[in-house]
């Protein structure tokens, strides 16, 4: 197979839309997986594109989709009516006033400001790690703005259109407000988000000592409906052995359905954006006892 | 996230194949939309592959397709009957003779050189300007050729699989012829298509005056079924009020919809290939008067 | 529409990955094709993303896909659990040990290393030139080894989630083992391949006189239920009239469905990676003699 590359020189001569360009990149990850007692291969591959450039007015704009985001071509459901089918695409525009961003970011202000703490396993091992935002599938907006060690966060959904029966489609509208504190050594931030009349409070804690960096959150969500839920929470461990191998651990406790999870898991880094990436993960809902445990081996790749 | 971009190098070393190229580019667009009463955020992303080689000979030959143009991949519906899923994809061989293009051209000859009249609104608030062509979806074939000032073009579809029960199903393939004169002050396009009993006659003309541009389009339908279709008609007005500023105004009548439509937008180009673009659409069925006006605003963006 | 292309300035500036790269390339046709006593114009456009990268130690890596293979992104069917979706993606990592590859090889061994006779027509009319091989379409994994003149293959595959009924699902995982001799003159490639009950054993020799190239293939399926499944086999002749022009002839007995194929066709190179390429088909099932002949004619173009 012939790989004909592109032409870069093209891009000098055309001097107009210098500022402009798009760039890819890539990442797979090929491996084995234990769940339910089998064995499983598992292999991905994703490429992502990177647009960018910049107003005569010295703005910054540009958007982003993978290979396999065809959502980003279909933003509405007939007649301007926007759906939840953007996939992760996204579209901003950024100057001195902050950065707007449109499309696939439901989770809003406390997806971005708030995250995850550290998950284990070259293909995430079903992701227990994290505790999920309050936010939606649609077409939505958020806004960043970063001063310092400071950021802020505000996000506001839409209702999609199969939502659109209900008497009042605004009133769907997920919206969620997030800042955080950054040093290098250590992080904080605190999310609210409410939709409807479900609302949930997130607040995640980092702090690194030496090799060892340890990450806090919690969650406490109200469905508005439910008389006792619960507060949701995780913590986890990354310990940089090396600068080539990190362990981490993590404990989270998903209150409202009853599940606790732990895992434990090593990533070695092969240079050149290859790491050999393993973890186990236990999965405790209380009722099914044998079909907890998980464990995969794998390499992650970065182009 | 790392970027990394492809190596020009490489296309240097390959002498033989220097003519050959995949070019990328892209388009985004990311606002807010009036509907219904409704008021949504509305985002999409575009990225598509330019390939192009030229033969030993000197004749141009090229493929185009979108990242999100799946059917790109899949013309046929299995043992080698073409079906319809050629997504926007096109494949093309040119030289003297003319351009021969074929995939996603079934609106043929009069979609390509007929055209739309101008259109508002970053979204397109539904395409009211246009007025449909008679055509299909299935991989179609087009023929071009220009010479000086004058454009021609023939078009020639084929029966999809599934309308393949019907006793004749070449009759079912629509064709298209259609001419273009085109100079810097004015141009004037006049198409005719057939596709089994119905027929469209499509006419357009354009014509610039300093910084306003003014279009007409008509189209004469006849199914071949209902005894009195009318013409279908529309105007678009373009004022450049400055290089960086365009005003547009459409209006179309729908007639056998019984359908009015008219709109009212502007664009400021940023400079960089970003644009501020937004309009109001009214859209007058005849039945129901509180659901026709929508607007949307928002920035427009080519990578 | 603005052609933006990839700088390749950023690439030489990031020395840390100047491994990695990701290479873009594609295959387009279009032409006719008569079939079923109907005529159609056919066209398909592909983009191939391949990218690769290279370890601190010195080993390769890099994964494949297309544009269309939205799979490549879905290698689980929730939870973790690798269902069939991997398109035709493929992730490896390989070294002096050799190069293990995972996700859509379910074809195994066989079918790399023994793999087709030659085929004709720009579409490939239906493919009849080929005889199946014993696989799945669920992540698979292969190892392939090369020294010198002879090449080993191995492949495993493993259950699909919808297969996971079944009361163990590991015994419908296939497996298989192949062996390739190859010289500039001529190969021999024998396959062993076995999914729960069925076998299947592949064998394809190839021989080079001059201009001539021929090969015969010969497959032994047995479905572990039918009692007498006969030997299915193929053979096809390529000649070289000059260096540009190449014909094509090929007979194939598909015993077991009583359907025996011939064809004959021509390639004619352009230069530039396009080609003119035209075949005729006769697909004879004993049974309906009237809709057996099929012939195509187009240009394939490599990019």
Chains 1, 2, 3 share one sequence.
Do not use: C
């Amino acid at each position: 197979m012939k790989k004909i590359l592109l032409a870069t020189t093209v891009l000098a001569l055309s001097a107009g839309y210098a500022s402009a360009e798009i760039a890819l990149s890539g990442s797979a990850r090929m491996g084995v997986i234990s769940f339910d007692n089998d064995m499983y291969f598992s292999s991905r591959v994703r490429i992502q594109f990177d647009a960018t450039g910049t107003t005569d007015g010295g703005l910054s704009f540009g958007a982003s989709m993978r290979a396999d985001q065809n959502g980003g071509n279909a933003d509405s459901n007939g007649n301007g009516v926007p759906g939840d089918n953007n996939g992760d695409s996204t579209v901003f525009i950024s100057g001195s006033f902050g950065k707007l961003t449109m499309g696939d970011v439901a989770g809003g202000a406390s997806d971005n400001l708030v995250g995850q703490i550290s998950g284990v396993g070259f293909t995430g091992l079903g992701d227990w790690n994290e505790i999920g935002f309050l936010g939606g599938s649609a077409t939505a907006a958020r806004y960043d703005y970063t001063t310092g060690n400071l950021s802020v966060s505000l996000g506001i959904g839409q209702p999609t259109v199969d939502d659109d029966v209900a008497p009042d489609p605004e009133s769907q509208s997920a919206q969620s407000i997030a800042v955080k504190y950054a040093t290098d050594q250590y992080n904080v931030a605190l999310g609210y988000s409410k939709n409807e009349d479900a609302s949930q409070i997130d607040l995640k804690a980092g702090a690194t000592f030496g090799a060892i960096t340890g990450t806090a959150r919690i969650a406490m969500p109200d469905d508005g409906v439910a008389p006792d839920e619960d507060m949701e929470w995780g913590v986890s461990l990354d310990y940089a052995v090396n600068p080539a191998l990190k362990i981490t651990a993590f404990y989270t406790d998903h209150t409202n359905s009853d599940t606790v999870a732990t895992g434990l898991g090593a990533s070695y880094d092969l240079g050149g954006g290859a790491s050999v990436v393993g973890g186990v993960v236990n999965v405790d809902d209380g009722v099914d006892a044998t079909e907890d445990l998980r464990f995969d081996a794998g390499v992650t790749m970065s182009f």
